[in-house]
């Protein structure tokens, strides 16, 4: 069900990536996983920390664990990689993500001034710590 992403599934990455806002790619350059049609989770690694970029679920699919699915997914394949930590950022408005995060055991680290535009809102760093 969980696949890796492939350059295939372009057209539906961009569509989320409109989404957050962000411009669309012509490749992907992240680790990304997908459930078609559902949702999808990227992020990136570098030695032993990762971030996590995206993870998004199609609203008919909301609260229905798939979030979590992905989420587990990243974590497995960052802890096969030797990832100790996991950081994201979140608009400090949004929380159904901010508690959906807390409830799967990242913590509020810090906060960033003014990090999101349209509209400019302070973002919330969280973090995980994998392994433990």
């Known amino acids: ?3 890796e ?15 957050f806002k962000q411009p669309i790619i012509n490749k992907i350059n992240n680790k990304v996983y997908i459930i078609e049609g559902i949702g999808l989770i990227s992020y990136q690694y570098l030695y032993d920390v990762a971030e996590l970029y995206y993870l998004y679920v199609e ?7 798939y ?13 096969q990689k030797g990832i100790k ?4 950022e979140v608009r400090k408005s949004n929380q159904s993500a901010i508690d959906f995060y807390i409830n799967n055991g990242f913590k509020v680290i810090k906060s960033r001034d003014n990090y999101y535009h ?3 809102e302070d973002a919330l ?8």
């Open 59 to 65: 609203e008919a699919y909301r609260h229905q664990k």
């Open 125 to 132: 760093i969280l973090e995980k710590k994998l392994g433990d």
């Open 1 to 3: 069900m969980i696949r």
């Open 118 to 120: 349209n509209p400019v």
């Open 85 to 88: 930590k996991v950081f994201l």
């Open 67 to 79: 979030g979590l699915k992905l989420l587990k997914k990243m974590e497995i394949d960052c802890l």
């Open 5 to 19: 992403a492939t350059n295939s599934d372009l057209d539906y990455i961009n569509e989320i990536l409109k989404y």
